[in-house]
């Protein structure tokens, strides 16, 4: 099995800043893309953030140019270094990675159970 676990959520003012990280750990071979969501009460689970195996970044209109996401491939994990931050991006942060469990198999997409990130106005 692959579980992710997320960690670094919290209350903040707006305006600040907070980090969240997310390990993966299980039975990986590999993994391609990681990346965040989130979800606010009442609303759907849109895309934050995502990163490739090699490095390449993109980003939600809404968080671009705020938000930071990197990832560590010899320890399986990913951040997201939030700046600047408002109300409405006040949501649970879900981790999400594309792992491929052995050598030859394909990639299925895992997700952590999320972490809560409150920013009070």
């Known amino acids: 099995q692959v579980q992710l676990v997320e960690s670094g959520g919290g209350l903040v003012q707006a305006g600040g800043s907070l980090r969240i990280s997310c390990a993966a750990s299980?039975?990986?071979?590999?993994?391609?893309?990681m990346g965040w969501y989130r979800q606010a009460p009442g609303k759907q689970r849109e895309w934050v953030a995502t990163?490739?195996?090699?490095?390449?970044?993109s980003y939600a209109d809404s968080v671009k140019g705020r938000f930071t996401i990197s990832r560590d491939n010899a320890k399986n994990t990913v951040d997201l270094q939030m700046n600047s931050l408002m109300p409405e991006d006040t949501a649970a942060y879900y981790c999400?990675?594309?792992?491929?469990?052995?050598?030859?198999?394909?990639?299925?997409?895992?997700w952590g159970q999320g972490t809560q990130v409150t920013v009070s106005s």
């Open positions: 999400n990675a594309d792992v491929s469990r052995y050598s030859g198999r394909g990639y299925y997409s895992y």
């Open positions: 299980g039975t990986i071979f590999t993994i391609n893309a």
């Open positions: 990163v490739t195996s090699g490095g390449t970044t």
